[in-house]
């Protein structure tokens, strides 16, 4: 497995149970060296291989190449970010929707593009993104947030064209919204815990079969609107 955003919140869960049973993780964070968490899940093995990588940085994901080699199972890019914290109308930060874009969308495209011969090549196929039910446009009754929705609208477009174009390639692209989880992100007030999040999404992944390529998942395994 390679994923992004590992040094915490639902990447570092994914780490952690993903070792626990045995897998490889290539886990990739903007600072390993203080990633102490992170390192603290390390079995001593070889199975865990910290990455330096930074989603906001164009060509983060290519840089990887070099680091990452053989089949992979799982690509999940898990890095995100809620951007500005005035995203109300009339408040428009464009530099910072810039970025959230690179952030939540532009540097998944960039990981598959860079990672799909690799994924072509293992027995699991599958490209997971972690995306989020505000990026639903069917689903938005409430307005606002409009650099956190559109980066996650663009990434939900993303994810449906890979599972178009990668699907000569075997690979199982799966759009994942977590839930509201109790992390930095999520808060306090989240739903659910860490691991209800990650073994939901795992559960997923175990089962991804091409009737579920291109779909959008709640972490329940109910389908999302668009």
Same mark, same amino acid.
């Given at each position: 497995m390679l994923?992004?955003?590992?040094?915490?919140?639902?990447?570092?869960? +994914?780490?952690?149970?993903?070792?626990?049973?045995?897998? +490889?993780? *290539?886990?990739?964070?903007?600072?390993?060296g203080k990633? &102490?968490?992170? =390192?603290?899940?390390?079995?001593?093995?070889?199975r865990l291989t910290l990455l330096e990588y930074d989603a906001a940085r164009p060509g983060a994901?290519?840089?990887?190449?070099? !680091?990452? =080699?053989?089949?992979?199972?799982?690509?999940f890019a898990n890095a995100g970010m809620f951007g500005p914290r005035e995203q109300g109308f009339g408040q428009t930060d464009y530099a910072g929707m810039a970025e959230i874009a690179q952030v939540n969308a532009?540097?998944?495209l960039e990981l598959a593009e860079t990672f799909a011969?690799?994924? !072509?090549?293992?027995?699991? =196929?599958?490209? %997971?993104?972690? *995306? *989020?039910?505000?990026?639903?446009?069917?689903?938005?009754? *409430?307005?606002?947030?409009? %650099?956190?929705?559109?980066? =996650?609208?663009?990434?939900? %477009?993303?994810?449906? &064209?890979?599972?178009?174009?990668?699907k000569p390639k075997g690979i199982i692209t799966l759009i994942f919204h977590p839930g509201w989880v109790k992390t930095d992100m999520g808060g306090a007030g989240g739903t659910l815990t860490v691991n209800e999040c990650v073994e939901g999404q795992l559960d997923l992944i175990a089962r991804a079969n091409p009737a579920m390529n291109g779909r959008f998942f709640h972490v329940s395994g109910e389908d999302l609107d668009w």
């Open positions: 994923i992004t955003g590992a040094n915490r919140g639902i990447g570092l869960e +994914h780490t952690r149970v993903l070792l626990s049973r045995g897998w +490889h993780v *290539s886990a990739a964070c903007r600072d390993p990633a &102490s968490e992170l =390192k603290a899940l390390d079995p001593g093995d070889g994901g290519k840089a990887l190449a070099s !680091a990452v =080699k053989g089949p992979i199972d799982i690509l532009f540097a998944a011969g690799q994924v !072509a090549q293992s027995q699991l =196929k599958v490209i %997971a993104l972690q *995306s *989020s039910r505000m990026g639903s446009i069917a689903d938005n009754t *409430s307005g606002g947030y409009y %650099a956190y929705r559109m980066s =996650k609208a663009a990434l939900n %477009a993303i994810g449906k &064209s890979l599972s178009i174009d990668l």
